[in-house]
């Protein structure tokens, strides 16, 4: 079985900072995803990438920037933290081109913005 | 705008009930997941249903596309099986996205 690890675990940052979330998975996917989950919310698509140095804009990418520079690897950029922003930052992944393709998700990053 | 919407918001069992979880989708999808995410842990995929009846262990999904909705059957419940229950649809907008609901938050008490 393969996993997909997201650091870190927790992130606290300050107003106006830059901050990077990486995520990593070994089960060789394709498809890589950001979501944002905020309670009461659900989860909402930042961005996600069908294959290397893809990048396709989700609902929520403004404020955001991504990178896949790798197969296995998808970061994820807040260009500019906001002020008590908090929320959790969730990565997937699933293997193909199909949309039938089961996700695979990550613990998370807790995000709080001091 | 797209959107999922999930009923009820939250549910209390005792061991041993059934529920029925539903989720109704703002447009025709040819997608339907659900997922299960215990308090703390990770968002793991329970069953992919775009269409009929699908059933894994005590779980049974029905989906009705010219309805647009779908709904997860807990048969039996366990205390293990609180947490919350999410549904999710393809994005119409092409590419592979998918679209979530808010979710049903399941509590089951001895």
């Known amino acids: 079985g393969g996993i997909i690890t997201q650091t870190p675990k927790f992130l606290i940052g300050q107003e106006g900072q830059k901050l990077t979330l990486k995520c990593q998975q070994n089960f060789n996917h394709d498809t890589m995803y950001w979501y944002r989950q905020d309670s009461g919310k659900g989860l909402r698509l930042i961005y996600y990438?069908?294959?290397?140095?893809?990048?396709q804009k989700g609902d929520l990418s403004e404020g955001y920037d991504a990178s896949r520079e790798k197969k296995s690897s998808f970061s994820l950029t807040v260009t500019s933290a906001q002020k008590n922003e908090m929320a959790v930052f969730l990565c997937?992944?699933?293997?193909?081109?199909?949309?039938?393709?089961?996700?695979?998700f990550g613990h998370g990053t807790k995000l709080s913005v001091l | 705008e797209q959107q999922v919407q999930q009923s009820p918001a939250s549910l209390v069992l005792q061991e041993g009930e059934n529920a029925e979880l539903q989720c109704s989708f703002s447009i025709f999808t040819n997608q339907v997941q659900w997922f299960y995410q215990r308090p703390g842990g990770r968002l793991v995929s329970l069953l992919y249903n775009p269409s009929g009846t699908k059933q894994s262990g005590r779980l049974t999904s029905t989906t009705v596309i010219k309805e647009r909705r779908s709904s997860l059957h807990i048969s039996s419940s366990q205390i293990t099986d609180s947490g919350t229950y999410l549904c999710?649809?393809?994005?119409?907008?092409?590419?592979?996205?998918?679209?979530f609901g808010t979710g049903t938050t399941v509590s089951v008490s001895p």
């Open positions: 999710a649809m393809e994005s119409d907008q092409g590419g592979r996205a998918l679209i």
């Open positions: 990438s069908i294959t290397e140095n893809d990048l």
């Open positions: 997937a992944s699933s293997m193909g081109g199909l949309p039938n393709e089961r996700l695979f």
